[in-house]
């Protein structure tokens, strides 16, 4: 357990991702996207899969749907490869299934959002139906744009008495999706994005002949500094009550009040019943907490604002991409710790509900 874990960039962590996969010789599988990196660097959505042949379950664990959210996750996962629990996994029948990066080019470029402004935790979704409309977030998008950055005072005092004013609306609300601004926060997109399609992919190859796949998906930005939220989505009663016995009382369901995300449609983790009809699944998501609300929301404008400004100078590029980086990483020890120490408790309350299932 030591922050040494978390990487300072995309290239660093996806290097030691891979290098540590290979020392525990994983089966590693790399897609990589059509784009570059920050630094020039090939980027990709790498998996690398610790297994016997033919285990029956699956534990999957992914990091960076959300780009920067992609440090902790990626520290969770380097961990866990230097962990012994994984070889509790194999023991018990476990496959344990990593997916590094799902957004690549976000992680490098530090914006939560993917090549194409879209959401990608609002993108996994059926394309054939219309996009539920999202009147709180209609409200709100013309003063959550700015037409300058820094955003005026005017512009600030105004966003945040209509954020107080909205404050609770959680179905939808503010940060539920939307499909209609393309230059907006939280843009679901129209088609399935390139990760959407890897994923997939990934999923079809490495799931739809098991028995129990578990999946954590790893993110931050929402809730207290370092906690970890474990939400769980919609599902049937059954698969709440396992994920009960498997997690506990403080399993948080998105849909209810207390939760620190309001409902959300297209999410990552919801289309693998499609994907694998049969297989039982259990799905989560792991939230850790990292700025004050207000810090967060003000990034997420910033790097909107920049996607629409091409031009922008590049101290300013350089300042709001670091805002973005604070806001979903916070480079601290104490953070850090409790980040890794929360996600082993779960990897392994995880590792043990899979293991407890009838065979
Ligand atoms: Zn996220």
């Known amino acids: 357990m030591t922050a040494a874990h978390f990487s300072q960039s995309y290239r660093e962590a996806r290097q030691r991702f891979l290098a540590a996969a290979g020392a525990r010789r994983a089966a590693i599988e790399s897609h990589a996207h059509p784009l570059k990196g920050a630094e020039g660097e090939e980027i990709a959505t790498d998996t690398a899969l610790v297994s016997t042949a033919d285990a029956p379950n699956l534990l999957i664990v992914s990091s960076g749907t959300h780009g920067p959210e992609g440090f902790s996750g990626s520290a969770c996962q380097l961990a866990l490869l230097h962990d012994p629990l994984l070889q509790r996994a194999t023991d ?3 496959a344990v299934l990593l997916i590094h990066a799902v957004n690549p080019y976000g992680f490098s470029h530090l914006k939560r959002t993917n090549e194409d402004n879209i959401d990608l935790n609002r993108n996994f979704r059926d394309f054939s139906q219309p996009y539920p409309a999202n009147p709180v977030y209609e409200e709100i998008h013309d003063l959550l744009m700015p037409t300058a950055w820094p955003p005026s005072e005017a512009n600030e005092e105004e966003l945040a008495a209509a954020m107080a004013r909205l404050a609770g609306r959680r179905d939808p609300g503010v940060s539920s999706g ?6 907006g926060l939280f843009y679901s997109g129209t088609a399935p994005a390139w990760s959407n399609k890897i994923i997939r992919a990934i999923l079809r190859k ?5 028995r129990h796949i578990a999946w954590i ?3 931050t930005g929402l809730g207290p500094y370092g906690h970890g939220e474990k939400i769980f989505g919609r599902h049937s009663p059954e698969t709440l009550a396992r994920a009960r016995a498997w997690w506990g009382r403080d399993l948080i369901v998105s849909s209810m009040a207390e939760s620190v995300s309001p409902r959300t449609l297209g999410h990552i983790t919801g289309f693998a019943p499609e994907e694998c ?3 039982a699944i259990t799905p989560t998501t792991l939230e850790y907490g990292t700025l004050p609300g207000p810090a967060v929301r003000r990034a997420l404008r910033g790097e909107a604002w920049l996607a629409g400004h091409p031009d922008a100078p590049d101290a300013l590029r350089a300042e709001i991409r670091r ?3 604070d806001a979903f990483y916070v480079d601290a020890d104490d953070w850090k710790g409790m980040i890794l120490g929360q996600f082993r408790a779960y990897a392994l309350q995880t590792i043990n509900g899979l293991a407890a299932e009838p065979k």
Not at 178 to 183: K, N, W
Not at 206 to 210: F, I, L, Y
Request: avoid cysteine; aromatic fraction near 4%; charged fraction near 15%.
């Open 217 to 219: 998906d790893v993110h």
């Open 323 to 325: 805002a973005v980086r």
């Open 178 to 183: 939307q499909a209609v601004h393309p230059d």
């Open 92 to 94: 018990s029948g476990i």
């Open 206 to 210: 490495h799931g739809t002949w098991r």
């Open 277 to 279: 009809p049969g297989v």
